[in-house]
């Protein structure tokens, strides 16, 4: 379990002797592609930390329909606003691998430790980060599509990380097909390129004057 536990930002250069301590409240559990970790409103007193593989956090519509929220891969933690603030959670989560391997974590027995560094410190970064990329990511709005993408491009490549065209699109708020246009247009002018199930940008220059 230790091993594992290093793998969390949260727990890196952590002192061994308290990793232990720590490890005694944690248990590791597999998922399968799709499979759910938890559903929105529920109430436990768990929060994860990924080894292996990618977790998608979501929201459903009137017609069951999955909206993208976030997506979380190795090394990250989820689930622990929730059992900051003492409520059920407010999304769903799944796996998002064929193998997903992800440590829960007694938030109960964790929690005389929030207070102190250096979890104090990470946790309020972890926290202001998020704050931070959901303002910015808001910023959307005023956008149309294409300039949506290059905005995403410029400041959130890390969703276009090995992540599903067609969940990518609903979180941009567009059909699967515009956004592979506007991707191949980008492809063709030389801006990106595919790289291993994931876009990269190959010239930030001429991407920013596409959005000035």
């Not at 976030?70 to 929730?82: P, T």
């Not at 109960?108 to 926290?127: E, G, T, V």
């Not at 990380?161 to 956004?179: F, I, N, W």
């Amino acid at each position: 379990m230790l091993t594992n536990l290093k793998k969390i930002s949260l727990f890196f250069n952590i002192d061994d002797n308290l990793l232990k301590e720590i490890s005694s409240y944690c248990s590791i559990k597999k998922y399968s592609k799709d499979q759910i970790i938890f559903y929105e409103g529920e109430k436990d007193r768990y929060f994860y930390g990924i080894v292996k593989g990618s977790v998608l956090m979501y929201d459903s519509d009137l017609k069951g329909n999955i909206i993208p929220k976030n997506q979380f891969g190795c090394g990250d933690i989820f689930g622990l606003i929730s059992q900051i603030q003492n409520r059920p959670y407010c999304l769903s989560a799944k796996s998002e691998s064929d193998e997903t391997e992800i440590i829960k974590i007694d938030y109960s027995k964790f929690q005389p430790l929030i207070s102190n560094p250096p979890f104090s410190d990470r946790i309020i970064k972890m926290l202001s980060n998020q704050i931070m990329q959901e303002l910015e990511f808001n910023k959307l709005q005023k956008f149309d599509a294409r300039k949506r993408v290059i905005y995403t491009l410029l400041n959130f490549p890390q969703k276009f990380v090995r992540k599903k065209k067609y969940l990518l699109a609903k979180e941009l708020g567009m059909s699967a097909e515009t956004l592979s246009r506007i991707l191949s247009k980008l492809k063709n002018d030389g801006i990106i390129c595919y790289c291993e199930k994931s876009i990269k940008v190959t010239d930030y220059d001429k991407l920013k004057e596409y959005i000035s």
